[in-house]
């Protein structure tokens, strides 16, 4: 037995080892983590529990019977983040490159349905050349694997990914279906078809980083929801997004003793935000106001920056902000923003995060590629995304709230369960300039001065209809508060709402515009 337990120790030394010097000096030189120091940075000391590290693949043919390393050029195992458990699988470059076989795709699947069996978050740390060609079709039905169980994860347990390295072909569609995407600049690249097919077919030259790395991931297809300079920093980021999750859909989000007292007034807001509706300003600091101690994690930041989407804790309770950014084209819903948007409310409702809503929308941004692109269909994705949710949603109007834009953004006529406003909350149809010239247009263009009977009706219209107190005087506004107060009110509703229950009608699932 001690031999044979020697003999066990050297074989795991071998596997902790990796396939070889000269191939971890590679990875190193790439400026790259080896899978194991990966894995430390994202769990706990010493908490790491792997799974399958003595699995070799099957197949002959292309000299692959020649090469057998351990793990198959991946490491799958669980551990805890601040203690609770956390499932990961993990590519090793320095084997095969990373790319996926038979032996390496069943070690994931296991690992995919231990975490949905265990109800645990499940993180991919990516860095693999794709499919195993020498594998052949055995090797694309791994990745079926792995999407299906990606669908069958969706909304169960929070999934990561996190791409380290190249991530290309059908293998993209994996991190596709997960809830985050995490990218390294410089060192991750994600793409269905690569640089040089893409000059063989339409004769465009491009580097892999120009056309699938992380700042064009992050600012312009909105694949990528974070990226980072570094490992390191990426990865600790990982694991400050992993406390705000629950564990599962049937797990409340982590609360945390908060030092930020809930009657903390924010007088600073009396002066941030102007009046003028024209005027623009930062929500990232109205955000900052409100939240537990200014801190908050923003999601998809750098694209469609016209709307905000971030989470943070309110009294220790996490929350999912929403909010128009003024400082960007005015706050103005436009397709990004609506797609944005409805994909965090959806993910907050599948987590039982609690929504908050700020308003400053002028409306949705008009123009001829919008409409074209589909403006009716991508702004009823955010509408359809509030009105299925059924986790406690307060709105809060800063400024104005014009036409479709306040309906869309949880306006109490599609189930928020409370809404307050600001005194000075403009809402209407549209602005007083543009209603007035609809309505008063003869009377305008009769008059001896149509400047001054215009200004003077936008004044009438304005008294009329869109003074602060025309929504709640209708019941449309549930109070009208004083902007100091902001952080008392919300937390106070967010309290009374945390046993909301909400039935959904019995339907195997809805069929949301796409």
């Not at 801190?295 to 220790?316: K, T």
């Not at 307050?420 to 263009?445: D, H, K, L, Q």
């Not at 001065?449 to 004044?459: G, I, Q, S, T, W």
Request: hydrophobic letters at 40%.
């Amino acid at each position: 037995m001690r031999s044979q337990v020697e003999e066990l120790a050297g074989i795991r030394e071998r596997v902790l080892a990796g396939p070889s010097e000269k191939a971890t000096a590679a990875q190193k030189a790439k400026g790259k983590l080896t899978v194991r120091e990966r894995i430390g940075l994202l769990l706990d000391e010493g908490s790491f529990q792997e799974v399958e590290p003595l699995r070799r693949h099957r197949a002959s043919g292309f000299g692959l019977e020649a090469k057998k390393p351990y793990t198959d050029g991946v490491v799958t195992g669980w551990g805890t983040v601040e203690g609770r458990t956390v499932f990961v699988y993990a590519h090793d470059f320095r084997i095969f490159g990373g790319a996926l076989g038979e032996a390496h795709a069943a070690k994931i699947h296991k690992i995919m349905d231990m975490a949905i069996a265990a109800g645990a978050p499940l993180v991919s740390l990516n860095d693999g050349a794709g499919a195993r060609i020498q594998e052949g079709v055995t090797a694309l039905a791994g990745y079926g694997g792995i999407f299906r169980r990606n669908t069958k994860a969706s909304g169960v347990i929070p999934q990561i990914s996190v791409m380290l390295g190249p991530c290309a072909g059908g293998a993209a569609y994996s991190p596709a279906l997960t809830d985050f995407v995490f990218m390294v600049r410089e060192t991750s690249q994600m793409f269905i078809t690569g640089p040089d097919v893409v000059k063989a077919v339409t004769g465009e030259e491009i580097t892999q980083n120009g056309l699938g790395g992380a700042d064009v991931h992050a600012e312009t297809s909105g694949v990528c929801h974070f990226a980072y300079d570094d490992e390191e920093t990426c990865i600790a980021e990982v694991r400050y997004l992993l406390s705000l999750l629950p564990q599962n859909n049937r797990e409340n989000p982590p609360r945390t003793e908060s030092a930020d007292p809930v009657e903390r007034r924010s007088d600073v807001l009396l002066d941030l935000v102007p009046a003028d509706g024209n005027r623009p300003y930062d929500m990232t600091r109205v955000i900052e106001e409100i939240v537990d101690d200014g801190e908050y994690l923003e999601v998809h930041q750098r694209w469609a920056r016209n709307i905000i989407c971030a989470l943070a804790r309110m009294d220790g309770q996490v929350v999912g902000i929403v909010a128009n950014q003024p400082q960007t084209l005015a706050g103005v819903l436009d397709i990004e923003a609506s797609e944005k948007a409805a994909r965090f409310v959806q993910m907050c409702d599948a987590f039982s995060i609690p929504i908050v809503t700020l308003l400053d929308v002028p409306g949705f941004l008009p123009g001829v590629d919008q409409e074209h692109g589909g403006i009716i269909r991508h702004g009823a994705k955010l509408l359809y995304a509030y009105c299925d949710a059924t986790v406690p949603r307060i709105s809060l109007i800063l400024r104005k709230a014009y036409g479709g834009a306040y309906i869309v953004m949880d306006s109490q006529s599609i189930g928020a369960d409370l809404t307050y406003a600001w005194p000075t909350n403009e809402i209407a149809v549209m602005g007083a300039e543009g209603a007035a010239g609809v309505i008063f247009r003869r009377r305008i263009a009769e008059a001896d001065d149509p400047e001054a009977m215009r200004a003077e009706l936008v004044k009438e219209y304005k008294a009329e209809l869109m003074h602060p107190y025309y929504a709640a005087e209708r019941g449309l506004v549930d109070d009208v508060i004083d902007p100091a107060d902001t952080r008392r009110v919300l937390i106070g509703a967010l309290a009374m709402l945390r046993t909301k229950h909400a039935e959904r009608p019995a339907r195997k699932h809805g069929n949301p515009p796409q």
